[in-house]
């Protein structure tokens, strides 16, 4: 695990950078089946969160679009997104409500969870390798 760093200043590839190997949410593949867009990302909390604002297709066949943010945790893990239904009208309506959303976060608890979750899962790929071998 490492934190979040700016690796570019175009949207989607510093997303891709900072996700990759973590989350497919932002792989060509994904973004072209949901017809999303990165508008924006945003290195939160000294690099513990990463956020994106996103412009999605609120129907198949691409009518209408909204936007929202989504928020990371180290893991990529979506701590935050809204749903579909839920989307905004303006990117500008989105990252207010993703500012709103991060001052109510502790990004420490959100990074120790993160990490007591990803050990969690280890310990017990490990335990099934462990009987695997038996």
Same mark, same amino acid.
């Given at each position: 695990?490492?934190?979040?760093?700016?690796?570019s200043?175009?949207?989607?590839?510093?997303?891709?950078?900072?996700?990759?190997?973590?989350?497919?949410y932002?792989?060509?593949?994904?973004?072209?089946?949901?017809?999303?867009?990165?508008?924006?990302?945003?290195?939160?909390?000294?690099? +513990?969160?990463?956020?994106? %604002?996103?412009?999605? $297709?609120? @129907?198949?066949?691409? *009518?209408?679009?909204?936007?929202?943010?989504?928020?990371?945790?180290?893991?990529?893990?979506?701590?935050?997104?809204?749903?579909?239904?839920?989307?905004?009208k303006?990117?500008?309506?989105?990252?207010?409500?993703?500012?709103?959303?991060?001052?109510? +976060?502790?990004?420490?608890v %959100?990074?120790?969870? $993160?990490? @007591?979750?990803?050990? *969690?899962?280890?310990?017990?790929?490990?335990?099934?390798?462990?009987?695997?071998?038996?």
């Amino acid at each position: 695990m490492k934190k979040f760093t700016h690796e570019s200043s175009n949207p989607k590839w510093n997303a891709q950078r900072n996700l990759s190997g973590i989350t497919h949410y932002v792989e060509d593949d994904t973004l072209q089946f949901h017809k999303s867009r990165i508008l924006s990302t945003h290195i939160l909390e000294e690099g +513990l969160l990463f956020g994106l %604002i996103e412009s999605c $297709a609120l @129907d198949p066949d691409n *009518r209408t679009r909204g936007f929202r943010y989504v928020i990371f945790d180290v893991t990529g893990y979506v701590i935050d997104r809204p749903k579909l239904e839920e989307t905004v009208k303006t990117r500008r309506q989105a990252e207010k409500a993703m500012w709103a959303y991060v001052n109510t +976060l502790d990004a420490r608890v %959100i990074t120790k969870e $993160a990490i @007591d979750r990803e050990e *969690r899962n280890y310990q017990d790929e490990i335990q099934r390798a462990r009987k695997e071998l038996t």
